[in-house]
């Protein structure tokens, strides 16, 4: 009976922290705001309101496209990846997580630079500024984000299908075809249908795209909750907006938890024995071009970034975006230097991920005791990714800001935002090495003497080694380009680099923008580095 109490016990410093800056503040806007509108009878005012419903339309619109044009570009790519063995197939597929770790104003910028009025493409021809704004520039923003996602998901499928199973079905003169439909379509349309539902909730709340590139016109729900409560001041319909979100996006989240709890149930990669790449295969070769395309058009969105970034300002020479970043000009525009955005956003970030490497390792000790709660723990923690930024900063400026003393001391919120985000990866990136481990050695420790959580440290802790520098990594690159709710919270005194990338692009200050998304993009690959490098065993 100890055993399962203090399994509990280990996990209530991760729920704990989730419930008080996450939860309660959030149930306790929702209540708030149905109370100021007029009941419950305002929920169907809300949503009848035209551009409400059009918030709406669009989220759905916007999230069904991405996700069908994500898995119609990251299906072929992802069986690439998942059924040939071929020379730096293991560094290529780890710079799919590079999109993931980037802020999300960088990859936006990176569509105005190629496709926008003056970009690098459109320049050349004319055509493609179709791409540059709207619903294409959206959609194509958050095809580079998610793309990667599909293939990395639906690799991971392939990997876990059975070779011996496939090879029986050729002994006994079954056609490729026929292997496909037997043996891996299956698990592979899992995997891609895991990719799908996260793209669809990603794109159907992000902000900084319809922000960006289109306007009012094409806001999803998230980024009109957020005009309701910032610009037109009408916090109780924000409210009562958000509560209409959250229903409305639950069932998505569920059946990617489940997708994902399937796609976890499968055999694991080892079992896959991958097929040579051989330039005799049609089919090897078609997939490899169509991997090649993908891949390069992300590369082209960043490389785009990174050269205007450092390309000549006028008569200017090559790096004078950099010193127009750090003159006086730009710090008098954003009310703080360019020294104090860097040190801002390393400082929020590296704060964040320590808080939540420190919840994360408790609650890592309820899983390794009892592996069956890792399912529970993991949906809890996800909750707030369904309340999304916008909305868990709404909720902790509502609740906590007044009661932690104002605007002096936002800097908490922000660092409190940034980990409660970051939390579901990091307990990820722990739970998948810990749930696999036997407890051999844990019981031996325990035998010789030491407690259950001394046993923890000793035995467990240093065989996830991997896991735990991952775990730390992701949450400080999700800290590092967090837009979304540290925007709606800081003042210019805590402002970020991507906050700050975002008010010199609405100030015209192309150049400058670019020079600060140079910087963003050099620390989130110096990240994406580290956590190849460091944390070679990358779980998803």
Known sequence: MRRPLRGLFAAGPVVAFVLAFALVPAALLFATSIEAAGGWGALGAVVRAPLNAASISNSLVQGGLSAALAVALGYPAGVFFGRYAWPGRTVVRSFLLLPFLLPS???????????????????????????GGGLPGIVAANLVFNVPIVVLFTSIACEGTSAELEETVATLGGSPARAYRDVWAGPSAVGAAVGATLTFLFSALSFAPPLVLCGPRCYTVEARIWSLDQVFLSPASAGVLALVMVGLFLLPTLAYLALLARLRAMPGRRSRALRSLSGRDPVAVGLAAETIAVLGVVALVLGAVAYRAVAPLGRAGAGSAYRAL???ATTARLGISAWGLIGNTVFFASVAALIALLVGIPAGYAVAHRPVRASGLGLFVFLPLLLSPVVLAFALASFWRPLLGGESTIWVLVIVSQS???????????????????????????????????????????????????ASLFAFALGLGEFTATYFLVTPQFTTLPVALYRLQEARQFAVADADAGLLLVLSFAVFLAVVLGGRRVEL
Do not use: H, Y
């Open 105 to 131: 104003l960088v990859v936006v910028l990176g569509i105005l630079d190629l496709f926008g009025p003056g970009g690098l493409l459109s320049a050349i021809a004319p055509f493609v500024t179709f791409f």
């Open 326 to 328: 750090f003159a006086p």
């Open 420 to 470: 409660i985000l970051a939390i579901p990866f990091a307990l990820q990136s722990l739970e998948i090495p810990l749930t696999g481990l036997g407890p051999g050695a844990r019981e031996s420790a325990t035998t010789l003497g030491a407690s259950p959580w001394g046993a923890f440290l000793d035995a467990d802790l240093p065989r996830v080694r991997e896991g735990l520098v991952t």
